[in-house]
């Protein structure tokens, strides 16, 4: 699939890492560094402009790393960049640990995937099919 991106960034178009990787790493397109104090947030903009097909959404999701590490993930994960959006990706970071963060340009603070989606329509009924599961919800199949 070809996708059109403006790369108004002084850093490389994203890429995809390893041949198996689902994602592509964002970079942060910083003026100067920004500090996260801890349990705050701030956009982190990419200076990555796309154009997605319809029927396609970009999802951002956090770095495994930054959040294992560092407590640093993605607010809205996975957040969705829409077919028809044309503004500069930006990336909602929070600060959930202890310590304060600094988020400099280049640093990799999200990674993307490009997914498929289906719109549907609903059909209003009064009864569902049956299954084993039934209504049981959280932690009802086990831990």
Do not use: C
């Not at 790493?25 to 104090?37: E, T, V, Y």
């Not at 400099?104 to 009064?126: L, S």
């Amino acid at each position: 699939m070809i996708i059109k991106i403006i790369n108004k960034s002084k850093h490389q178009t994203p890429s995809y890492e390893t041949s198996a990787s689902a994602g592509m790493d964002l970079r942060a397109n910083l003026s100067q560094s920004i500090l996260l104090k801890p349990l705050e947030r701030a956009i982190i903009k990419t200076g990555l402009f796309i154009a997605l097909p319809v029927g396609y959404e970009a999802q951002i999701r956090p770095r495994s790393g930054l959040a294992a590490k560092n407590g640093i993930t993605v607010l809205n994960a996975p957040g969705t960049i829409d077919a028809d959006y044309r503004g500069e990706i930006g990336v909602i970071l929070v600060n959930l640990s202890n310590d304060e963060f600094t988020i400099n340009d280049g640093d990799r603070i999200a990674q993307m995937i490009i997914a498929r989606f289906e719109h549907i329509k609903w059909q209003e009924v009064t009864v569902l099919d049956d299954t084993s599961r039934g209504s049981g919800g959280f932690g009802s199949t086990g831990v």
